[in-house]
C-alpha cells in the first residue's frame, strides 16, 4: 500500500526548521530566486508599516464592503418587486403620501450638513464639526418621524401592509431603509460622543486626528448612501410605472 | 456544551503564549493592546482570531457529527423501515411511535441534515475556521481588521446554531410547543417532528404556516429565523475577510504571492457578501408571509386543509429565484476554501510549486463569477423559456472549463514530484478525485433535457454529495490534520489517520457511486419508503450496500474525533514547521504567540511555493528568506528596516 511509504518528515526536521527561517542571511543565507514565483511587484503588499500604525483605508474598505451587501440585498428585493409587479391582477397602486416629499427633503438636506460636519473636521475646526453632526443627526431623526407619521396617513386611508401587493412592498421597503437609517444615527451619536470625549486628548495627536477624520468618512459614505437609497426607493416605489 | 468544548481546547491553543516584546518605537501615546487575562475574554468573548476559529472549527465538528446522525437515521428507515430504535420515542412521541420512524419524521431529517450540514458545516468550517486562524497569519497581520465584529459573528452564528436545534423541539415536542412562546412564534408547534421543507424550504409549504400539517409551526418559523441570523453572521465574516486580504498585508506580501488558500478565502468571502443579502431578503419576505398575511410566494386561490386561503397573486416561483441565486453561489462558498487548501497541500507534499499559480487564481475567480449566473439550472423543470433554459444551461457548462483548469494544474503539481503521502495529502488528493467524480455529473445535470429527466432523483443526491458534501468534507480533514501541529502544538497521530481516510474514501464511493444508478432507473429523493414501488425492487441490494457503506464510513468518523481530542493532549510534539512547508505560519512557534509575530512585523521576499529550488541547500525556501537581490541591496543599506524586520525569532528590530 502506497501510504506505508509515509514518512512522518516532522520528528527529523523541528529542530533545523527552526533555526532555518529567516536568520543567517546578512552571509550565507542568501538564496537565488526560484521557480519564477516572484510577484510582479516586489514591493507590493502591506507596505513600510508599524505594527500600531493606523491605516486609514480600512475604514473605508470596510464601509465599502458592507454597503455591497446592502446594495445586493435591495437589489433582491427589486427584482422581487418588478417581478410581482409584472402580475398584474391584483396589483393596485396609492399615491405618495405627502409627508414622504418632507423626508425626502429631511434626508436630502441632511446628507449636506453632514458633508459640511466633515469638512469642518478636515479644517480642525471642532467646534463646527460638532454643531453640523447635531444638527445632520436631528436631521436624520425628523427623516425617521417623517416616515412614521407617512406610515400613520396611509393606515388612516386603510391601507396596511397584506392590504396589497404594493403596499407589501412599500412598507417592506420603508423599514429596511429606516432600520439601516438608524443604524446611521447610532453612528453619528458615535462620532457625537467622541466630540465630547476628544477634549481630554491631545489635540496635537495626528494619528487621533487621521482615526477620528477616517471615521467621519465612512460615516459619511454610510449616510449618504443612505440618502441616495431613500430616493431610489422613492422613485422605485412611486414613479416606476 | 458547545461553550464548554471550546473552552478546553482554546485553552490548548493559547497556553505558549507569551506576551509580546514591549516595544519602545510606539511611543507612550500607542496603544498597545497585550493578551487578555480572564478566561471569558480568553476563550469565550476572545477577540483573537485564533481562538474564533477554533471556535468556529469546534461548531463545525458537533455540527457535523449531528448531521451525520441524522444521515445514519435515514439510512436505516430507509433499508430497515420497520426498525425499532426506542430512544426516538421518547423524545418524539408522535414522530416515532414505538420508535418507529414515521414518513414525516424522515421528511424532517431531511430537512434537518441537509440545513445543518450545508450551513453550519460547510460554510463555518472551511471559511470561519480554517480561515479566521490562518488568513490573518499567512499574509502577516496580527488579527482581522475587525476583531470585534469577528467575535460577533461567531457568536451570531452559534444563536443561530441553538435557534435551528431549538426549531426540532418547538416543533416535535408537545409541551414546548405549545407554551406560550411557541404559540407566539407560529401557532405552536405539530407536535410530531421537526420543521419539514427541505433545506430549500420551498412555498408555498413554507409559507403557509400550521394549516399546511406536520412540521409548518413553529419549527418552520424558527428554522427561517435560523438562516436569516446565519445570513447576518456570514455577511460580518465576509466584511472583515476582504478588508483584512486587502488591507492589512504584510511587507513584500504583494497578491501574487498569497497562499492559494488566502485566494480562496477572499473569493469565498466576496461570494458570501454578495449571495447571503439576497437570501436574507429573501427569508424576510417568508417570515411576512407566514406572520403578516402578505402574499409574497402564495398563490391566489390556493385551497389548503379545506379552507380557502385569502392570499392572491403571489408567485412560489420568485422564492426559488431568489433562493438560488444563492443557493448557488453557496455551493462554490463550501468547495472554494477546499480547493485553495487543496492547492496548497499538493504542492507541498509533492514538494513541488503550484503548477500554473495564475490560473489558479483566475480560475478561481471565474469559477467565483460564473456562480452567479446559473442559478436557473437548479429550475429547469419549475417552467422556464427554452432559450433562458439554454442560456442557464450553455454557463453552466462554462464552468467545466476553469474547474477543469484547477484539476489539471492539480495532476500537474503532481507530476513528477517527490510525494510524500501524509495523511493531508491523502485528504487532499482524494478531495481532487471526488471533485472529478462529483463535478463530471455536473456536466450530466447542466443539460435541461437531461436534467428534466434527472430532476429530483438519486443522480442529482449523488452529484451534489460528492462534489459539494463530501469533497468539501475532505478538504477540512485536509486542513485538520495539515494545521492541526500548527494550532495545538502537537501532531495528530499517523496511524489512526490512515485508519480514518480509507474507509472513509473508499466509503464515500460505496454510498454515491450506486445512487447515480438508482437515480437513472428513476428513484425520487426525498421519499421515506420505496416499497410500494415495484419498479425500484431491483435496487434493494443497492439499498442495502449504500446503507452498510454509510453506517462503516460514519463509524470511521469517531476514530477522527478521538484522534482529534487524543493528539491535543497526547499527541507528538510538533515543531514550528513540521512539514518543512514555506509559508508564513510556519515561521511562528506552534501554536502562535498572541499577536501571531511577537510585535515584528515580517517581510516577505517570494512566493508561496518555492518548493526544491535549483541550488538552495533545502527542498523548500520561506518566504521570508531573502533572496540574492535584496540580500545585495542590504549590504548597501537600503533595506535596512527590512534586515531586522524579517527576523522570526522575537526579537524586535525597530528603533
Redesign the interface.
Given at each position: 500500500m502506497v501510504t506505508m511509504v509515509i514518512t512522518s518528515i516532522s520528528s527529523s526536521t523541528s529542530e533545523q526548521t527552526k533555526s532555518t527561517p529567516g536568520i543567517g542571511w546578512g552571509g550565507t543565507g542568501a538564496r537565488p530566486n526560484g521557480n519564477g514565483s516572484r510577484g510582479p511587484k516586489g514591493n507590493g503588499g502591506g507596505g513600510d508599516r508599524n505594527r500600531s500604525d493606523f491605516s486609514p483605508q480600512q475604514y473605508r474598505i470596510g464601509m465599502w464592503v458592507v454597503l455591497a451587501a446592502v446594495m445586493m440585498m435591495f437589489a433582491a428585493l427589486t427584482s422581487a418587486y418588478v417581478f410581482r409587479a409584472d402580475r398584474t391582477q391584483s396589483w393596485q397602486s396609492f399615491d405618495v403620501p405627502s409627508l414622504m416629499w418632507v423626508s425626502t427633503a429631511l434626508i436630502l438636506i441632511s446628507s449636506v450638513t453632514y458633508e459640511m460636519a466633515r469638512r469642518a473636521l478636515k479644517k480642525a475646526q471642532s467646534a463646527a464639526y460638532r454643531t453640523w453632526l447635531i444638527v445632520s443627526l436631528l436631521l436624520g431623526l425628523g427623516f425617521l418621524v417623517s416616515q412614521l407619521l407617512a406610515w400613520q396617513q396611509l393606515v388612516a386611508q386603510g391601507i396596511y401592509l397584506a392590504t396589497n401587493p404594493h403596499s407589501s412592498f412599500f412598507y417592506l421597503l420603508t423599514a429596511l431603509h429606516a432600520l439601516h437609517l438608524i443604524l446611521g444615527v447610532f453612528g453619528l451619536s458615535y462620532l457625537w460622543l467622541r466630540t465630547l470625549q476628544r477634549v481630554r486628548h491631545d489635540r496635537a495627536d495626528r494619528q487621533g486626528a487621521a482615526k477620528e477624520q477616517a471615521r467621519a468618512d465612512a460615516m459619511g459614505i454610510y449616510w449618504h448612501f443612505m440618502d441616495g437609497l431613500w430616493v431610489y426607493l422613492f422613485a422605485l416605489l412611486f414613479l416606476w410605472r | 456544551m458547545e461553550e464548554a468544548t471550546a473552552a478546553t481546547s482554546g485553552n490548548v491553543a493559547v497556553t505558549e503564549t507569551h506576551a509580546p516584546v514591549e516595544?519602545s518605537?510606539?511611543g507612550p501615546?500607542?496603544?498597545?493592546h497585550g493578551p487578555p487575562t480572564s478566561f471569558i475574554r480568553k476563550y469565550i468573548f476572545s477577540v483573537d482570531h485564533k481562538v474564533i476559529g477554533i471556535q468556529y472549527l469546534l461548531l463545525a465538528i458537533f455540527s457535523a457529527f449531528v448531521g451525520m446522525l441524522m444521515s445514519v437515521l435515514m439510512r436505516v428507515k430507509l433499508t430497515w423501515p420497520n426498525s425499532s430504535i426506542t430512544i426516538l420515542e421518547t423524545i418524539f412521541p408522535q414522530g416515532a411511535p414505538g420508535g418507529q420512524m414515521t414518513p414525516e419524521f424522515y421528511l424532517s431529517l431531511v430537512t434537518m441534515h441537509g440545513t445543518i450540514m450545508v450551513f453550519y458545516v460547510l460554510t463555518t468550517a472551511p471559511q470561519g475556521g480554517f480561515g479566521n486562524y490562518f488568513l490573518p497569519i499567512q499574509?502577516?497581520?496580527?488579527d482581522m481588521?475587525?476583531p470585534v465584529l469577528n467575535m460577533l459573528s461567531f457568536w451570531v452564528t452559534f444563536v443561530g446554531l441553538v435557534v435551528i436545534i431549538a426549531a426540532v423541539f418547538f416543533e416535535g415536542n408537545q409541551a414546548l410547543g405549545t407554551s406560550a412562546l411557541g404559540m407566539w412564534l407560529g401557532g405552536g408547534g405539530s407536535g410530531t417532528v421537526g420543521p419539514i421543507g427541505g433545506w430549500t424550504g420551498y412555498p408555498p409549504l413554507s409559507a403557509l404556516g400550521k394549516i399546511a400539517g406536520p412540521g409548518q409551526g413553529a419549527g418552520m418559523s424558527l428554522w427561517i429565523a435560523s438562516i436569516a441570523i446565519f445570513c447576518v453572521a456570514s455577511?460580518l465574516g465576509?466584511?472583515n475577510f476582504?478588508?483584512t486580504m486587502?488591507?492589512?498585508?504584510?511587507?513584500?506580501?504583494?497578491?501574487?504571492?498569497m497562499p492559494l488558500t488566502c485566494w480562496s478565502w477572499f473569493t469565498t468571502a466576496i461570494l458570501a457578501?454578495?449571495?447571503?443579502?439576497?437570501l436574507?431578503?429573501?427569508g424576510?419576505?417568508l417570515l411576512?408571509d407566514r406572520h403578516?398575511?402578505?402574499?409574497?410566494f402564495i398563490p391566489?386561490g390556493l385551497v389548503v386543509s379545506d379552507q380557502l386561503l385569502p392570499n392572491?397573486?403571489?408567485?412560489p416561483i420568485?422564492w426559488q429565484?431568489?433562493f438560488w441565486?444563492f443557493g448557488h453561489p453557496e455551493v462554490y462558498i463550501a468547495i472554494l476554501p477546499g480547493m485553495g487548501l487543496t492547492s496548497h497541500v499538493l504542492s507541498t507534499f509533492a514538494r513541488k510549486?503550484i503548477f500554473g499559480?495564475r490560473a489558479m487564481v483566475f480560475a478561481m475567480f471565474a469559477i467565483g463569477l460564473l456562480g452567479f449566473f446559473v442559478w436557473g439550472h437548479h429550475m429547469f423543470i419549475s417552467g422556464m423559456d427554452p432559450r433562458t433554459g439554454m442560456a442557464f444551461s450553455v454557463l453552466t457548462l462554462s464552468i467545466g472549463v476553469p474547474s477543469a483548469i484547477k484539476t489539471f494544474n492539480w495532476i500537474g503539481t503532481l507530476w513528477g514530484g517527490k510525494i510524500?503521502?501524509?495523511?493531508p495529502m491523502?485528504f487532499a488528493i482524494g478531495f481532487v478525485s471526488l471533485f472529478v467524480a462529483g463535478g463530471i455529473t455536473g456536466l450530466v445535470l447542466g443539460q435541461t433535457t437531461l436534467d428534466l429527466a434527472m430532476h429530483d432523483s438519486y443522480f442529482v443526491l449523488a452529484h451534489f454529495h460528492l462534489v459539494m458534501g463530501v469533497a468539501a468534507i475532505f478538504g477540512m480533514f485536509a486542513g485538520v490534520y495539515f494545521w492541526f501541529?500548527k494550532m495545538f502544538g502537537r501532531?495528530m497521530n499517523?496511524t489512526l489517520g490512515?485508519i480514518h481516510?480509507?474507509p472513509t474514501f473508499i466509503g464515500v464511493y460505496c454510498i454515491f457511486v450506486p445512487m447515480h444508478a438508482m437515480g437513472i432507473v428513476g428513484m425520487p429523493r426525498r421519499y421515506s419508503s420505496f416499497e410500494e414501488y415495484v419498479f425500484l425492487a431491483r435496487t434493494e441490494p443497492l439499498v442495502l450496500l449504500v446503507t452498510i457503506a454509510a453506517l462503516v464510513t460514519a463509524a470511521t468518523q469517531f476514530v477522527f474525533l478521538f484522534n482529534f481530542f487524543w493528539s491535543l493532549f497526547k499527541g507528538?510534539k510538533?515543531?514550528?514547521?513540521?512539514?518543512?512547508a514555506t509559508t508564513l505560519e510556519?515561521?511562528v512557534s506552534s501554536p502562535p504567540p498572541f499577536?501571531n509575530f511577537g510585535?515584528v512585523?515580517p517581510v516577505?521576499y517570494?512566493?508561496?511555493?518555492?518548493?526544491s529550488?535549483?541550488?538552495?541547500?533545502?527542498d523548500y525556501?520561506?518566504q521570508?528568506?531573502?533572496?540574492?537581490?535584496s540580500?545585495?541591496a542590504?549590504t548597501h543599506g537600503e533595506l535596512a528596516?527590512g534586515?531586522q524586520g524579517?527576523?522570526?525569532?522575537g526579537h524586535d528590530g525597530?528603533h
Open positions: - | 516595544t518605537h510606539h501615546a500607542a496603544h498597545h499574509i502577516g497581520a496580527e481588521a475587525f455577511l465576509a466584511l476582504i478588508t486587502l488591507n492589512m498585508r504584510t511587507r513584500g506580501m504583494s497578491l501574487m504571492r457578501l454578495l449571495s447571503f443579502p439576497v436574507l431578503a429573501a424576510v419576505l411576512l403578516a398575511g402578505t402574499s409574497f391566489g392572491k397573486g403571489g408567485s420568485l429565484h431568489l441565486f510549486p499559480y510524500h503521502f501524509t495523511v491523502l501541529p501532531m499517523d490512515y481516510f480509507w507528538r510538533a515543531g514550528d514547521n513540521p512539514w518543512n510556519w515561521t499577536d510585535g512585523v516577505v517570494r512566493g508561496a511555493y518555492e518548493f529550488v535549483p541550488g538552495a541547500a533545502e525556501t520561506m521570508t528568506e531573502p533572496d540574492a537581490e540580500a545585495a542590504v528596516q534586515e524579517s527576523s522570526g525569532n525597530h
